[in-house]
């Protein structure tokens, strides 16, 4: 399993940013797939979550301002977030789950077996 994360960078308070994660190796329907984030010297924090069913669940820091999705076609995973804020600041990861065992709240998604290597979201005041 691959992914690779695409589309952080340096945006003003209150801007937006759309993250992209391209899978390969990943069968979706197994799973779970979702985002977490590291801020530099805090702890990991999952951020969203989507299921096989299409559900989907937010971090209360983030509920109302992003939005997950996935393409099963062409095999990618996006985050929205709008009205971002200095303290969205972070390094940003997509992550997998080919267990349903995994799949529980956001809270799960750091832990997920598989991880790509990041993209950094910069959001000055």
């Known amino acids: ?13 209150g801007g937006s940013l759309r993250l ?4 390969s190796g990943y069968t ?3 799973g779970c797939m979702g985002w ?6 805090e702890e990991r924090e ?4 989507i299921y096989s069913d299409g559900r989907r669940r937010y971090a209360d820091s983030v509920k ?15 985050l929205q977030m709008t009205s971002l804020k200095p303290e ?14 995994w ?5 799960s998604v750091p832990d997920f077996g598989y991880r790509g290597q990041g993209t950094q979201v910069i959001v000055s005041s």
């Open 20 to 23: 992209s994660c391209a899978a």
């Open 46 to 49: 999952g951020v969203a979550i």
């Open 36 to 41: 977490f984030r590291q801020a530099p010297g």
């Open 103 to 107: 799949c529980g709240s956001t809270n």
């Open 64 to 78: 109302g301002r992003a939005t997950i999705s996935q393409v099963n076609a062409n095999k990618m995973l996006y």
């Open 88 to 101: 969205d600041t972070g390094m940003y990861y997509c992550a997998a789950a080919n267990d349903r065992d």
């Open 1 to 13: 399993v691959q992914l690779v994360e695409s589309g952080g960078g340096s945006v003003q308070s």
């Open 28 to 30: 979706y329907s197994r």
